[in-house]
Structures are given as structure tokens and as C-alpha cells.
């Protein structure tokens, strides 16, 4: 057997907290149960899958921007020290006690964010790593949650709120009703550019998509505008994965899967922040990190349209499914942090308004009476969860 070398660095721990997840999964016996997989805290210390290991990565100090991402933020944010953040050391599997403190249980079952040195916003919402001002343009690309898809209406999609309120914010021409509508046809908006705004979204699209997305929403006159661009990426590509998880594919193409998408992101901000001298008078990049309509459970079934959706059975090792997602979440700060941008914690925020929010057990409980955020169709937002969408996004571009 060929030695592993194990690195020490932040990186390389994410990598093996999943990998071990990975592995567990080839030891299982003949009736395909896994043992829990067991992440391997910063500090050592090991944390089940739902468990709250001590976090013990020195996160105090504050990120720098990175060339083409924008300013240093100035709001009064935090850094994801748990001690900054109002909780303990233990706070739980993310260490940033105030996404945490968020579920009954005090714990949920975020991405372990205690190796990254990136500012939290006061609002516990994202990151805030930018100082976001004076936008002339502001492009919306991503996927079906940004385009906004029936029964919710086009006055009630995320993209409609938060144009609006920027349009506001940022003195610019809103754009008209026309541009929030969504052609049911192609699934993108019915116009793409109207006043300062400009949507290249597409229903499906997943993040191979964004480069032609991205190519589609810039003209060569547009670069010389100061730009905000916001998305939601990675949901298509989380299910596609869960799909062929469900029907069998190896773990090693699993692996490659979630590997492809992570760099296809990256690719993506890279396309926007890595030349200084693309947008000579500033960019800045705001995106969500990936959610998924279970409460962590994988209880795919759970939702009444699940065979609709693509879902028709329930993963036997849901372990593998939550440990990619909480390695997809995490990669997308590292990018963030790595290149000065921002990131919406949608995943830790709608983590108890899915299919289970009623349910005690589940990590992400988050009360009685919670309302659910997600449609019929399973995986977009009901108007309600459009709504605190919407304010997500505002909080982290706000701050």
C-alpha cells in the first residue's frame, strides 16, 4: 500500500476530515450501514457528524482582501473566533458560535468554518470581507433559485427584493417589471438587462454553466462600470451528485463530482477578481454557499414531491452526502477568503426550515412551529424563504 503523507495545513485537514468520511464508507458491511463518520477537529480532536468537537485553530485574525475583490470590509463584523462570537470554544461543528446558537440543540450541522481567518458579519448572515460601494451595475448569474421559478411570483423572488432594495441603496434606475418576470420557455429572466441590472441565471444550470453565463452578462463596455454580481451556484450540481450517490456510482467518481464543481467555482470568481486590471475601477462578488431541503438529514423522502424532484429512495450511508456538502460549503470560503469575496451562509440559514423543521431530532431544529422554506418542487423557496433570502444577501452587500 502506497504511505499517505499527511499535511498539517487547514487545507489539507478539510480534505481529510471528508476523505475519512469517504473511507468509512468502503468499510461498511454487507447490509450497507456505515459507521458515523468522524471529522477531525482543528485542534486534533475528533467530532461525529452531528458532534460539537473542540475548534482550536487561532481564528483571530482578520482577512485580506484580495486583488480585484474590493475593499477590507468596515462593518462591525467579527472573525469566526467562537470566543469573538458570543459562544465558547466548543461552539459547535462550525466555530462560529452565532450560526450555532441558531438551533435548540446549539450545535447544527454546518461546514467547520474554524480554519478561516474571514470576518463575520454582525448580522451572522456571511462573511464580510468587502466594502461594498458607490455600484454603477449590478449582474445577477446563478441558477433557478436567482431566476425564481413558479408557484412563487415574480414580486416575491430574492432577485426582484434585493434589485430593488440595491437600486435604492445605491441610487441607481430600477430595473422594470419586465426584467423580474421569468420565460418559462428557456428559464431565464424574460429581458436580461434593464436599467443598472443585468440577469444571465439560468433554471439547471449548475456551475459549468457560470463561464458562459459570465461571458453572456459582460460586454466590453460594461468592464469600466463599478459592479456588484451576485449569485446562487451549486444546488443542481449537489443534487446531480446525490443522484448518482443514490444510484450506486463509485465513491471515487462521487469524489471527482464535488471535486469538478469546487474548481468550476472557482474558475467562476477567478474570472472576476483575478486580474486586477479587468474592472480598473472595482468588482465585487457576493454568492451563497449550497443548502439542501433535508434539515441534514438526507431524509430525501421527506419531501411530498420527492420522486418528482429526482428523488426516489433514501440514501443508505447519508453520512458520505453530508460530509460532501459540508466540504462543498467549506471550499467556497476558502475561495472567498482566498480571493476577497463574500459568502452567504443560505446553507446554516435555511438548515431547519426544510422538510424536517418539525422534527426534535434533527440537528438544525430550530423550534416549534418553524415555518418550511422550500416549495412543492422540493429544492427552490417559497416566497418566505425568497423573502429572508433576499435580506441575507442585503445584510452581507449592506455591511
Request: hydrophobic residues 35%; charged residues 15%; glycine residues 12%.
Amino acid at each position: 500500500m502506497t504511505p499517505i503523507h499527511c499535511s498539517t495545513s487547514p487545507s489539507s485537514r478539510r480534505s481529510l476530515r471528508w476523505l475519512t468520511a469517504l473511507s468509512l464508507a468502503t468499510a461498511c458491511g454487507d447490509d450497507g450501514a456505515a459507521p458515523a463518520a468522524e471529522s477531525e477537529g482543528s485542534d486534533g480532536t475528533s467530532a461525529g457528524s452531528g458532534g460539537n468537537g473542540t475548534q482550536g485553530a487561532d481564528t483571530s485574525g482578520a482577512a485580506t482582501s484580495g486583488s480585484g475583490g474590493g475593499e477590507q470590509g468596515t462593518g462591525e463584523a467579527t472573525t469566526n473566533d467562537p470566543d469573538e462570537t458570543g459562544g465558547s470554544e466548543t461552539g459547535g461543528t462550525n466555530g462560529i458560535a452565532c450560526i450555532d446558537e441558531q438551533y435548540v440543540g446549539g450545535i447544527g450541522i454546518g461546514a467547520n468554518y474554524s480554519d478561516f481567518e474571514v470576518p463575520i458579519g454582525s448580522h451572522c448572515n456571511g462573511t464580510n470581507q468587502q466594502d461594498i460601494t458607490e455600484i454603477e451595475r449590478i449582474v445577477f448569474i446563478g441558477d433557478s433559485v436567482t431566476v425564481g421559478t413558479p408557484p412563487t411570483t415574480a414580486p416575491d423572488f430574492y432577485r426582484t427584493i434585493l434589485a430593488n432594495a440595491l437600486a435604492a441603496a445605491f441610487g441607481l434606475e430600477p430595473p422594470e417589471q419586465q426584467w423580474t418576470q421569468v420565460n418559462i420557455l428557456n428559464g431565464t429572466a424574460s429581458v436580461q438587462e434593464s436599467g443598472a441590472f443585468a440577469s444571465c441565471a439560468v433554471w439547471g444550470a449548475q456551475n459549468d454553466d457560470l463561464a458562459s453565463q459570465l461571458e453572456q452578462c459582460f460586454a466590453t463596455e460594461d468592464f469600466d462600470m463599478r459592479t456588484l454580481v451576485v449569485f446562487t451556484m451549486g444546488g443542481n450540481d449537489g443534487a446531480s451528485i446525490a443522484k448518482d450517490f443514490l444510484d450506486g456510482a463509485p465513491l471515487a467518481d462521487v469524489f471527482d463530482e464535488v471535486e469538478t464543481m469546487i474548481a468550476q467555482h472557482e474558475a467562476a470568481v477567478q474570472w472576476l477578481v483575478g486580474d486586477p486590471g479587468k474592472f480598473p475601477n472595482g468588482v465585487f462578488v457576493v454568492n451563497a454557499n449550497v443548502y439542501e431541503f433535508t434539515d441534514g438529514t438526507f431524509d430525501f423522502l421527506s419531501c411530498p414531491a420527492a420522486g418528482l424532484a429526482g428523488f426516489n429512495s433514501n440514501p443508505d450511508m447519508p453520512d458520505i452526502l453530508l460530509s460532501s456538502l459540508r466540504h462543498i460549503n467549506e471550499e467556497y470560503m476558502r475561495i472567498a477568503q482566498e480571493n476577497g469575496t463574500d459568502v452567504v451562509f443560505m446553507s446554516e440559514g435555511f438548515c431547519g426550515h426544510g422538510f424536517h423543521s418539525g422534527d426534535e431530532s434533527s440537528a438544525c431544529y430550530r423550534g416549534p412551529d418553524n415555518e418550511t422554506w422550500f416549495d412543492l418542487s422540493c429544492i427552490h423557496p417559497t416566497p418566505a424563504g425568497h423573502e429572508a433570502l433576499a435580506a441575507m444577501f442585503l445584510d452581507v452587500i449592506s455591511e
